[in-house]
């Protein structure tokens, strides 16, 4: 069965084609106008789809080799996210549902992106838990089976790739900072520094206060101290944002009595975070799943995937199906 998956919720407009289940073609166009902004602009986003999805749709069946009439379902991403952006993805998937006489699956990204652990992973079984930290997320969730998925924490606030992209504005990186934070912070020092983390109930996470302190600590200074201490203070930030990730993971991994952890989204590249969670992992005989990093940010293959286990149960969406822009995981 060859299912055709649409992603657009929020900067990136993705398609990807599947058979039973694992991608043939994962084509994502990152769009790139909201550099000069320091964040996403969600007007220009949905433009942006607008223009790109014909294109982007073409190129994952090209790279597929499969033709349009070939393809069984097709699937598109309803919430949560940017409510422009879901239109775009969800409106044209419609349209093709509708023109091609094929049924139509709407799915939950955030659910998608916990079950991208499974695309080409024939080692993971359910239960497992999820840590998704991405510029939009930031959660632990316990899935015990692609349907069955339990909040144990999320963030209060900021989630730990927006801190992240924050951080690195403030340092003067362009956007989205993250990676740039990462790859200096390999040579830094990450106790050279300390900025505090907000103390919030177990599992939970905040990231805000981060953000202020850096801005805080950094207003005070030099631009010459900023220049000389670029590697510590990007070791010392990523520090300070991995601290909770990591004792939350752990934390739940025990109460939870589980043996898989799993990464995704965005920050899931993090090097630090890897190498951390490897070390934890090993410590205490847990096997650690990270997604290729296609799959990891967002991307149509994961929507397909999460389409793929409906499809398989005939949980079809009807053509009234309308966008949700806060969906939440289970909804
Ligand atoms: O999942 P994703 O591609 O999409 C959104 O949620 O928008 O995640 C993007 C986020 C950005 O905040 C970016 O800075 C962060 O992931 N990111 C990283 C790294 N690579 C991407 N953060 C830390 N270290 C990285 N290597
Ligand atoms: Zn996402």
């Given at each position: 069965m060859y299912l055709l998956a649409i992603e657009s919720s929020c900067d990136d407009t993705a398609v990807s084609v599947l058979k039973d289940g694992?991608?043939?073609?994962?084509?994502?166009?990152?769009?790139?106008?909201?550099e000069r902004y320091g964040g996403v602009v969600p007007e220009m986003a949905s433009r942006e789809h607008q223009k790109n999805i014909v294109q982007v749709c073409r190129n994952a069946l090209n790279n597929a080799g499969i033709g349009m009439g070939e393809i069984g379902a097709i699937a598109a991403t309803i919430g949560p996210g940017l409510p422009g952006s879901l239109l775009v993805g969800a409106t044209f998937a419609k349209g093709l549902s509708l023109s091609l006489g094929i049924p139509l699956i709407g799915?939950?990204?955030?659910?998608?992106?916990?079950?991208?652990?499974?695309?080409?992973?024939?080692?993971?079984?359910?239960?497992?838990?999820?840590?998704?930290?991405?510029?939009?997320?930031?959660?632990?969730?316990?899935?015990?089976?692609?349907?069955?998925?339990?909040?144990l924490g999320q963030t209060q606030d900021d989630a730990v790739g927006e801190a992240f992209d924050k951080c690195a504005k403030l340092?003067?990186?362009?956007?989205?900072?993250?990676?740039?934070?990462?790859?200096?912070?390999?040579?830094?020092?990450?106790?050279?520094f300390s900025f505090p983390v907000a103390k919030v109930p177990e599992l939970q996470f905040?990231?805000?206060g981060v953000k202020t302190a850096v801005q805080y600590f950094l207003r005070e200074k030099p631009e010459e101290f900023i220049?000389?201490?670029?590697?510590?203070?990007?070791?010392?930030?990523?520090?300070?944002?991995?601290?909770?990730?990591?004792?939350?993971?752990?934390?739940?991994?025990?109460?939870?009595?589980?043996q898989n952890l799993g990464i995704c989204g965005g920050v899931a590249a993090n090097k630090g975070l890897r190498k951390i969670l490897q070390e934890e992992a090993k410590r205490n005989g847990?096997?650690?799943?990270?997604?290729?990093?296609?799959?990891?940010?967002?991307?149509?293959?994961?929507?397909g995937r999460a389409a793929w286990y409906l499809w398989k149960e005939k949980k079809f969406s009807p053509l009234t199906i309308a966008t949700e822009p806060r969906m939440v995981i289970g909804q």
């Open positions: 694992e991608p043939l073609s994962n084509v994502v166009s990152s769009q790139m106008v909201h799915v939950n990204h955030m659910e998608a992106h916990v079950l991208s652990l499974l695309i080409s992973q024939e080692n993971l079984k359910f239960p497992y838990l999820c840590l998704v930290v991405s510029g939009g997320h930031t959660m632990l969730v316990l899935v015990t089976e692609w349907n069955q998925m339990q909040i340092l003067g990186f362009r956007y989205p900072g993250g990676k740039i934070i990462d790859d200096l912070a390999t040579t830094g020092n990450p106790t050279a905040s990231y805000s220049k000389e201490n670029l590697n510590d203070l990007c070791a010392s930030i990523q520090n300070a944002l991995l601290k909770p990730l990591v004792s939350n993971a752990v934390l739940a991994m025990k109460q939870q009595q589980l847990w096997k650690l799943f990270v997604p290729d990093f296609e799959y990891c940010t967002d991307n149509a293959a994961m929507i």
